[in-house]
């Protein structure tokens, strides 16, 4: 059976950028999908808790009858299996493993000192996390001219594996900078990925998928607010 054939199913969140990762990543595969919201804060689904017993987690694609779990896995499944052109993954397997490296130090460093501002106690403890995602950005700053090779992408001349694993992010980059009155992105320090996020938040595969600013803050003020134990701020 043709590929096209199979029916396919994402279990997600709107507000989740590792959902957002494979929604981009069947967008950029022309692959149609039914996408099923989880209301998390009310409790998961059956469906999630069945497809994904290990970490109970949003993303799963649901591929025909096979779950796929993880972001990241799902994106390079995606890839694998809809292998036609575009391909989103670098053909060169040094290209692979730099993209994948990067990948891997945005979800377990970068993206998690991106939240600690938010729930850092103390204006030191504060300014210390915004630090580090500075700090973190220029990184990236660099990584983006070595991986672009002045192209406009990550991927080169369209949007692949790196671009989606750092762009899901950038809608809570932008929440984050509203929330804390900080300029993150920037031409003085990272003038380049300014640029990269505003082509990449403008894509055709793109731009239906990320979440609105406004929306996501109130979003984020909500799950402040239950962390806190506080109320929940009226609309």
């Known amino acids: 059976m043709d590929e096209n054939d199979v029916k396919v199913k994402v279990l997600g969140?709107?507000?989740s950028p590792f959902v957002m990762r494979a929604m981009?990543?069947?967008n950029i595969k022309?692959?149609?999908y039914e996408y099923l919201e989880e209301r998390l804060w009310e409790g998961k689904s059956e469906l999630l808790l069945k497809s994904n017993p290990v970490h109970k987690k949003i993303p799963v694609l649901i591929h025909g009858d096979k779950p796929i779990c993880e972001s990241l896995v799902i994106v390079q499944y995606i890839d694998e299996v809809w292998s036609s052109t575009p391909s989103i993954l670098p053909s060169d397997p040094h290209e692979?493993?730099?993209d994948r490296f990067w990948a891997a130090y945005l979800d377990e460093k970068w993206f998690p000192s991106m939240r600690t501002i938010a729930i850092a106690q103390g204006e030191d403890a504060r300014k210390?996390?915004?630090?580090q995602l500075e700090e973190g950005l220029v990184l990236l700053e660099e990584a983006f001219g070595k991986c672009s090779k002045g192209k406009p992408f990550f991927g080169g001349d369209q949007i692949g594996y790196l671009d989606i694993a750092f762009g899901c992010f950038l809608g809570w980059l932008r929440v984050t900078e509203k929330m804390s009155v900080i300029n993150l992105l920037g031409e003085a320090k990272t003038p380049a990925l300014l640029k990269w996020a505003?082509?990449?938040?403008?894509d055709a595969y793109v731009k239906d998928v990320m979440p609105e600013t406004e929306k996501l803050a109130g979003f984020g003020k909500m799950i402040m607010a239950k962390l806190r134990g506080a109320a929940p701020p009226k609309s």
């Open 13 to 15: 969140s709107w507000s």
């Open 24 to 26: 981009i990543a069947l």
């Open 30 to 32: 022309s692959v149609n």
């Open 96 to 98: 692979r493993a730099t």
């Open 128 to 131: 210390a996390a915004i630090a």
């Open 198 to 202: 505003h082509r990449f938040c403008s």
